[in-house]
């Protein structure tokens, strides 16, 4: 379910002190989460300002809704239109004057979308740009799809490489110690059975131990191949030489055996090197996934900017057979005030313009924006905290969307029970392990051709390393500020941004 204004100001910290202890801080997702499992839209530290103008009753003549925003310290409006004029120039005089005048060095843009009339030359424009970034998101979506459906094989393949070599390992532990005991006992014979059964064929082949047991003389084969543990292939004659059986049917006992032996080590063998080998493939592999992944994100942030906003397409100031568009710029300018305090201005504009298309010699330049502007500047005094949870909170829906790709893989890796996971940081053990072969077999540093400048220069460090004079600076302890003195800063800084406007744009000034 969406989230209100109010409820996601709550959810990203921006709420009344005394609703704290309703809440908790998630600390992997840099969220609060509350207790109860709703957000209350009460809880919202928010802006409550004149927005409507409106007569409900005889006794009130304006209705105070909430605006989305935190509550700030100080708020100016100004609004404004002329069908003569472009609006991208209050937009960046204010950008400019903010930067160079007001000395607000960090200047980050939050909020950037548009929206057109269905018959405006404009909105047929913008729609063959989306058409291109969504078919390309598209082919990289469907590349990432089948990549990742590749990856079920190769788990399920390492799946069973670690099955069949868990039971190598135990039959080798004890081949070492040459002991017998119930784990070995049951590895030997769970590896003769796969032995018989798809080395030699089973009873397919008339020359495999089920096979030679159907023969006369030859039936008690596969009990005495299967209750003989022997680890080493040099201890088959001695072991076999002991029994009390014809010789014809010890020899074929060895034969088996001695084939058995062989086979479990070579085969142990080929499994490992192949696991290793489909380990590194898994790990190249999810390396290109998350490549692919890398190159969809810009395409469907693109894609998500190029799509009209539904808000504005549903506002009454845009209709469909006027040619009328709709943009909203959001700019957030922060400057360090003192200890942990950012004053920060947060500039919001609101345009509805006509764009008119521009041609020349044929050649289309773009639309020309003229027509209504509006922006509010609101002021803060807040923490580098307060600053990375307001963009956060801006870009939510921007997140969900780019998260829906990674929501696919993780689904993906869930499904295994964390075994992708696993089998990865495996492979990227391995490969540490084999960088770190290959550095310690290069020479250390200063062991070529510069060794002997190196040395002397050392030799200078040390002889008169001790005639320099050092000086310590002691740091000095830093206040942490005051949010109060923060919002106040910027107050003045943004009445003098409204002021100055108001003179260069020929307005009454206060």
């Known amino acids: 379910m969406a989230l209100t204004g109010s409820q996601r100001l709550v959810k990203y910290g921006f709420m009344q002190k005394s609703a704290r202890p309703f ?90 979308i548009f929206s057109a009339s269905e018959n405006s030359a404009f909105f047929g424009q913008s729609a063959q740009r989306l058409g291109i970034q969504q078919d390309r998101a598209q082919q990289y979506l469907a590349t990432i799809g089948k990549l990742t459906r590749d990856v079920f094989p190769m788990v399920r393949e390492l799946r069973i490489l670690d099955e069949r070599l868990d039971i190598y390992t135990k039959w080798l ?45 030859f039936t ?22 002991q029994m009390k059986w014809n010789p014809q049917i010890k020899n074929l006992l060895k034969r088996k055996l001695y084939q058995y032996i062989l086979w479990v080590k070579r085969t142990n063998q080929e499994m490992t090197n192949r696991r290793k080998f489909t380990l590194k ?34 506002s009454p100031d845009l209709v469909g057979a006027f040619e009328t568009s709709m943009t909203e710029i959001e700019i957030l300018g922060r400057k360090k005030h003192g200890g942990d305090y950012w004053s920060v201005i947060l ?53 969900e969307l780019l998260g829906l790709v990674d929501a696919s893989l993780k689904d993906a890796m869930d499904a295994f029970g ?30 070529g051709i510069d060794e002997p400048f190196v040395a002397i220069f050392k030799g200078f460090g040390e002889m008169f390393g001790p005639l320099i004079p050092i000086h310590t600076h002691k740091k000095s302890k830093t206040s942490k500020g005051s949010g109060t003195d923060a919002e106040k800063s910027a107050e003045r800084s943004m009445f003098l941004l409204y002021k100055n406007f108001k003179k260069a744009h020929g307005m009454l000034a206060p």
């Not at 002991?179 to 495999?208: M, Q, Y």
């Not at 919001?348 to 209504?372: I, N």
């Not at 509010?376 to 921007?398: A, P």
Request: hydrophobic letters at 30%; a negative charge; charged letters at 30%.
């Open 347 to 399: 500039a919001t504009f609101s345009f509805r313009t006509k764009p008119a298309m521009q041609y020349q010699q044929d050649y289309q330049r773009g639309p020309l924006h003229v027509g209504r502007v509006q922006f509010d500047l609101r002021c803060y005094g807040w923490t580098e905290k307060q600053i990375d949870s307001y963009k956060r909170m801006k870009q939510d829906e921007e997140i």
């Open 173 to 217: 532990e004890y081949a070492k110690d040459n002991k017998v005991t119930n784990t070995s006992r049951a590895a030997d014979v769970t590896l003769k059975g796969i032995f018989i059964d798809f080395a030699e064929g089973g009873t397919k082949n008339p020359s495999s131990v089920y096979g030679l047991a159907q023969q006369v003389g």
């Open 23 to 112: 809440y908790e801080f998630d600390d992997k997702k840099k969220v609060w989460r509350s207790r109860s499992g709703d957000y209350d839209a009460k809880h919202a530290e928010e802006e409550i300002s004149e927005e409507v103008n409106v007569m409900p009753s005889v006794n009130k003549f304006a209705e105070y809704l909430p605006t989305g925003f935190p509550k700030p310290y100080k708020r100016f409006r100004l609004i404004t239109e002329a069908f003569n004029q472009s609006i991208e120039e209050p937009y960046f005089w204010v950008l400019g004057h903010m930067r160079q005048d007001q000395q607000f060095p960090f200047v980050d843009k939050i909020t950037d």
């Open 281 to 314: 493939y898994l790990r190249q592999h999810w390396n290109i996934v998350r490549m692919y992944i890398a190159w969809v994100k810009p395409y469907l942030k693109t894609s998500k900017r190029l799509a009209m906003n539904e808000n504005q397409m549903d």
């Open 418 to 447: 964390g075994e992708i996971e696993e089998y990865l940081k495996e492979a990227g053990e391995e490969e540490e392990k084999e960088q770190k072969k290959e550095e310690t077999k290069k020479a250390p540093m200063g062991s």
């Open 220 to 241: 008690i084969l596969p009990d005495l191949f299967f209750n003989t543990v022997i680890y080493e292939e040099g201890d088959v004659d001695g072991i076999v030489d």
